[in-house]
């Protein structure tokens, strides 16, 4: 499978529903990690429109951890993230998904673009532990609601399913 077939008259939900199979069908049988999460944030973008998507990976600097971009779909971005810094950082300390309505009301907000207006970033959890987050941006204030929380904690299973 090479391309991603959604109808867009669909709503959010059902484009959510018809994309998950084929985001799995995508990667099946491939074993390459930036690949597969390549593929898939480009699935998210296709679908959508978002105007960023992407990944930041948990890694070690010294004797701390940072986040540090992975592959990614939009403009530039920000390339390390501090734990508790910005939505990114605070998702990976609070192991948990933030959704923020309008970036510019988020204490701490790390501003990579102002043309983002809204976010959405969920952790990538292996073994308890916080071993990425995936970030999604959009120039609409209050663009992302529970619908796409529920999805994007989807998605991100599968992308644990490879780290």
């Not at 597969?36 to 944030?41: A, G």
């Not at 948990?58 to 920000?78: D, I, M, N, R």
């Not at 701490?108 to 809204?118: T, V, Y």
Request: aromatic residues 8%; negative net charge; hydrophobic residues 45%.
């Amino acid at each position: 499978m090479e391309s991603i077939l959604i109808n867009h008259e669909l709503g959010k939900g059902e484009k959510y529903e018809a994309l998950i199979p084929q985001i799995q069908a995508l990667v099946e049988g491939e074993t390459d990690v930036i690949a597969n999460i390549s593929n898939i944030i480009a699935a998210i973008r296709e679908t959508f429109s978002f105007f960023w998507v992407g990944i930041y990976f948990v890694k070690a600097k010294g004797s701390e951890e940072e986040l540090v971009l992975g592959p990614f779909q939009g403009p530039v971005a920000c390339t390390r993230i501090r734990k508790g810094k910005g939505v990114c950082g605070s998702s990976w300390e609070q192991k948990k998904t933030i959704v923020v309505p309008d970036v510019e009301l988020f204490p701490g907000h790390i501003a990579c673009s102002s043309l983002s207006k809204s976010e959405i970033v969920v952790p990538v959890i292996v073994k308890d532990n916080v071993v990425a987050v995936l970030d999604v941006d959009s120039e609409f204030v209050a663009h992302f609601d529970e619908t796409d929380k529920l999805y994007l904690e989807k998605i991100v299973k599968l992308i644990a399913a490879y780290l």
